[in-house]
């Protein structure tokens, strides 16, 4: 089996060789000026008799020779076991979960939030082929999870998502889209899909642009409404009490319908309202199957002989010996 470099990035640290050679030249130039300066080039050949420019040769080579070692250790050379990678057909989706404080409203038992989680989950179980990534945002969204095929791993972050994973509150779904569309690789217009999870709650001006900006790109993005038209009132989690707005009005939290089918439809997604999880996973696996699905390996399951120690002990072992050169010779009498 052929070799092949895990961190083939690291490379460029090969390149600083010829530097550090041009900078050990440069300075024995200089100590060679400074040794005609100091005065009678006798005396001071006398005065360093045993010095051995040999040695010190020597050490520069295997210093250059134990950098060399090391760089392709961190390269981390290795070997691909008896275990082929499993080749998949599969599509990328971004999940894009709202985890304002919004979702906690329990018009859908135990909440919108909990709800979403478990039709993340479903969704995931009915598609194992699929790499999954997850955006959570609320006033700001963040990438929580790139692209992966670890559904187990997905599984946990998706678990521990909640309002206070976003210190920031409020909807703003165009920068979460945004979010989501970087977290697929550059290139290509097809394989694509976001799906949002979301109330809607506060109207984005700018969701629709960027959704057709997304569907440019080949993105499609299929909307999952959470909650329910006429709403709930919101309570505070500490005191209990129903909450109010800044004139004193009590907030009632209403699921924005009309804004997540436009951002659906604009991208020849499909919009569904969250009420039971099988339901829903069934309609967006229904859409997904329009993706052309692609083919790509799954080189997690490959087991690698790694060779980096044996790099790493010839660097030290070269470090080792040119600490024990000394640059000055025994002079005989």
Known sequence: MPFEFQN?????LLAALPLLAVIYFLHLAWKKKVRRRMGDSRLIGLLTAGFSSARVHSKFIL??????????????????????????????????LDVSKSMMATDLAPNRLERARQFIRKLMSEMPDDRIGLVLFAGKAYLQMPLTDDHGAAGMFVSTATPE???????VIS????????????????????????????????????????????IMINAIGVGSPEGILLTDPVTGQP??????????SRLNEPELE???????????????????????????????????????????RTWFMWFAGGMLLLLVIEMLIPEIKKVKA
């Open 8 to 12: 083939t990035w690291l490379i460029y």
């Open 63 to 96: 210093l250059s020779v134990a950098f060399a070692l090391g760089s392709v250790a961190a390269m981390n050379p290795r070997q691909p076991g008896t275990s082929d990678p499993v080749n998949r057909k599969g599509i990328d989706i971004v999940v894009v």
């Open 165 to 171: 994973s976003i210190p920031q509150q409020g909807t």
């Open 175 to 218: 920068d979460a889209l945004k979010m989501g569309a970087s977290a697929f690789a550059a290139g290509g217009t097809s394989y694509k899909a976001v799906v949002l999870i979301s109330d809607g709650e506060d109207h984005d001006d700018q969701a629709l642009s960027t959704a057709m900006d997304l569907s440019k790109q080949g």
């Open 243 to 252: 909450k109010k707005d800044i004139t004193g009005n009590p907030v009632i």
């Open 262 to 304: 436009q951002l659906a439809q604009a991208t020849h997604g499909v919009y569904t309202r969250l009420q039971g999880s099988d339901e829903a996973v069934a309609i967006v696996k229904k859409q997904l199957s329009q993706i052309q699905a692609k083919a790509f390996t799954d080189r997690s399951l490959i087991n690698y």
